[in-house]
Each structure stands twice: as structure tokens, then as C-alpha cells.
């Protein structure tokens, strides 16, 4: 019985932490990453920066 009680806990604490990183990505509070390389778009005359999110991996584009 015991040793159920402590997986349970130790799973309830990983769910937890997975958790926080998913409500800041809610927030909007995303942990940008820059993706290697850049490339010019023509149409707008600007330079496009991808980065991607290391929690939740959405991706985002800035025009420079
Ligand atoms: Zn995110």
C-alpha cells in the first residue's frame, strides 16, 4: 500500500511540473527558441526569423 501512496505522489509531482510550463504557455509566456537559419521573404520585403518553444512547440515567425 505504501509503495502505491509513493508512486502516486511522485507521478502527481511530475504532472504538476509538466503543468507550470503549460499555464506560462497560456499566459503567453513561451520559452522562444531561434531556429537555425533564416530566410528573406521576397513578398515583404523582410527577413523571417522562426522560433519554436521548447514547452508546448508552437512555432512563430518575426519579420525583420
Ligand atoms: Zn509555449
Not at 509531482?13 to 513561451?30: V, Y
Not at 513578398?43 to 519554436?52: C, D, H, S
Amino acid at each position: 500500500m505504501t509503495n502505491i501512496v509513493n508512486l502516486d505522489s511522485a507521478r502527481r509531482k511530475h504532472r504538476q511540473s509538466k503543468a507550470d510550463g503549460i499555464t506560462l504557455c497560456q499566459s503567453g509566456f513561451h520559452k522562444w527558441q531561434t531556429m537555425a537559419g533564416q530566410r528573406f521573404d521576397v513578398k515583404q520585403g523582410k527577413l523571417v526569423t522562426t522560433e519554436r518553444c521548447a514547452r508546448c512547440n508552437i512555432e512563430r515567425t518575426k519579420l525583420t
